[in-house]
């Protein structure tokens, strides 16, 4: 398989992404980008995408998201080889550069110093903005044309930390991705792992990392201390893996709770997806999150949530809309709002079908690919054209 290269004369929309293979929020966000700039550019006479990822296996790729297969070129984590390649790209017809992420800035700055008529994007995600950005790195998003933030709370962190003006900001909240909508509507043919309990459940989805202890797995385990003891038969169950999780295992140890919380790795997409059906709450009380699509796909199955009124989540979790916010790491409030909901099913349903409907309506992957080309168009994308 070779990777697919740009149209003859084709003007590129060259896209610079972290990575695309891997497993996370940033990862999935990327992955739907490139499907929509790719649909964008199919509509358009001679316009064409190439993918890079730093971060993917060297060489060349075909993956599949939102039923399309999408070319890539990984590297390995080789910078050089990245920036070399994305160079050469610039001196073959690409008009537009897309950055995933402020820690390509710095290559699209240089990118657009030697080619003055390139159009520049920068896409921001959350945490990485929200501290001040080494000086050389905050000029190049500086510099991008537009600059791009998933969130009104990171739209404001970027301009009041790193001094993005407003002229440039543009606010694109990720999507859901469709197969998670496909797998709500038909939930009786999910496959609920061998592990997942019989009984109440509060479900939890995130990277369990020592670098994003934020999450705030460690106080709903502390809850479950409480709760259990006024709603038998309830678990709580964390699913996803990263380097944390035999700290936080010990802490279920410790505090004698082991047969109240189950951690479960290694699950596949549907698996994952009955999880949500069979939970009665989906809780993520991060500090730290610049969007958070795992709200999204518990909204897609009618699930009320339980978050911290803080970052990203404030855009997707309404209090008393579809879930309930609590102060930043405030245990207290958390347990109390956690026992509200499981103590009140009416609550339950009401705040889950209203997230079932805001999900469908603001969050489709259909509004995402129509905000994110009316930025192109900004940046010089042609009108649309049948082509």
């Known amino acids: 398989m070779t990777a697919k290269e740009p149209k003859a004369q084709a003007k590129t929309i060259l896209g610079l992404f972290p990575e695309l293979l891997g497993v996370g929020g940033i ?7 490139t499907v929509a700039l790719e649909k964008i550019s199919l509509r358009r006479n001679n316009w064409s995408t190439y993918f890079q990822g730093l971060s993917d296996p060297p060489g060349t790729h075909e993956f599949v998201a939102v039923e399309n297969k999408i070319c890539l070129r990984g590297f390995g984590r080789s910078k050089a080889r990245f920036v070399l390649s994305a160079v050469r790209q610039s001196r073959q017809g690409t008009r537009l550069v897309l950055a995933a992420h402020p820690h390509l800035a710095l290559l699209v700055a240089g990118m657009k110093r030697f080619s003055p008529k390139l159009k520049t994007i920068v896409m921001s995600h959350g945490v990485e903005v929200w501290k001040p950005l080494p000086w050389l790195q905050r ?6 044309d537009i600059v791009v933030a998933p969130s009104s709370d990171t739209a404001q962190k970027l301009a009041e930390i790193q001094g993005v003006p407003q002229s440039k900001m543009r606010k694109l909240p990720w999507p859901l991705n ?61 699913v996803g893996q990263g380097d944390d999780l035999s700290r936080l295992k010990q ?31 989906f809780a993520l009380p991060s500090t730290g999150e610049g969007f958070g699509l795992v709200f999204l ?9 339980v978050g911290a009124a803080c970052g990203g989540a404030v855009d997707v979790v309404e209090d008393n ?18 026992a509200t909901l499981l103590k009140d099913e009416s609550l339950r349903i009401k705040l889950g079908q209203r997230g079932a409907e805001i999900v469908r309506q603001n969050y489709s992957f259909e509004v995402f690919q129509s905000k994110l080309e009316l930025i192109l168009e900004e940046c010089g994308l042609d009108s649309h054209q049948q082509g």
Request: positive net charge; contains cysteine; glycine residues 6%.
């Open 27 to 33: 990862q999935e966000a990327g992955r739907l980008t």
């Open 139 to 144: 000029q190049a998003v500086l510099s991008a």
């Open 178 to 238: 469709p197969d998670f909508l496909r797998m709500a509507d038909a939930q009786t043919n999910l496959p609920l792992p061998r592990e997942f309990p019989r009984g109440r459940v509060i479900l939890t989805v995130g990277r369990w990392a020592a670098s994003e202890r934020y999450k705030g797995v460690d106080d709903l385990i502390r809850s479950i201390v409480q709760l259990r003891m006024k709603f038998p038969g309830l678990y709580l169950v964390a």
């Open 251 to 281: 802490i279920v140890a410790d505090l004698k709770v082991s047969e109240s919380v189950r951690f479960l790795t290694g699950l596949s997409r549907q698996e994952i997806a009955a999880c949500y059906a069979r939970c009665e709450i």
């Open 297 to 305: 796909e518990a909204m897609a199955f009618g699930k009320p949530l």
């Open 321 to 338: 809309v579809n879930g309930l916010l609590i102060p930043p790491g405030d245990s207290e409030r958390l347990a109390e709002a956690l």
